[in-house]
């Protein structure tokens, strides 16, 4: 005689029940809105990186264009406005222009001229940014 074994029988059905798909679907929701938030902060700070870099070189651009003129005129040419440029101007010397933005020289003292270039502009939020670029020249 053949002796069988007794299985013990389980329920073959397997699946997810309603409150565990609910609970992974609010955890996935809570993760893409983490990843959808701090993509957007990266797109802020990368717009933000690329108008300080944008101011910068526009400074330096003025700078440079004081560099090319004779030390005698240099300090008076500042005062007669010669290096304040609004965004037209900018644009008109090749340059792409910030929002709202403006460029302003000033000068201080005679031998080495103390030289001081402000630029302003507006950001996505319209918040006033600006950045200064502090040099002498002497002649």
């Not at 059905?13 to 993760?31: D, H």
């Not at 330096?60 to 005129?73: A, H, I, K, P, Q």
């Amino acid at each position: 005689m053949r002796r069988m074994m007794l299985m013990p029988i389980t329920n073959a059905k397997s699946g997810f029940t309603l409150p565990e798909l609910l609970l992974s679907a609010a955890i996935l929701a809570y993760c893409l809105s983490l990843i959808l938030t701090t993509f957007n902060h990266s797109i802020a700070l990368n717009d933000a990186s690329r108008n300080l870099t944008t101011a910068v070189s526009h400074a330096e651009f003025v700078l440079e264009d004081m560099r090319g003129t004779s030390f005698g005129s240099i300090a008076t040419d500042i005062s007669d406005g010669h290096w304040n440029w609004n965004a037209a101007t900018v644009t008109s010397k090749g340059l792409t222009a910030l929002n709202s933005e403006s460029i302003s020289a000033s000068s201080s003292g005679s031998n080495p001229v103390d030289i001081t270039v402000t630029v302003n502009w507006h950001d996505l939020r319209g918040r006033i940014r600006s950045r200064v670029l502090k040099t002498s020249i002497s002649g």
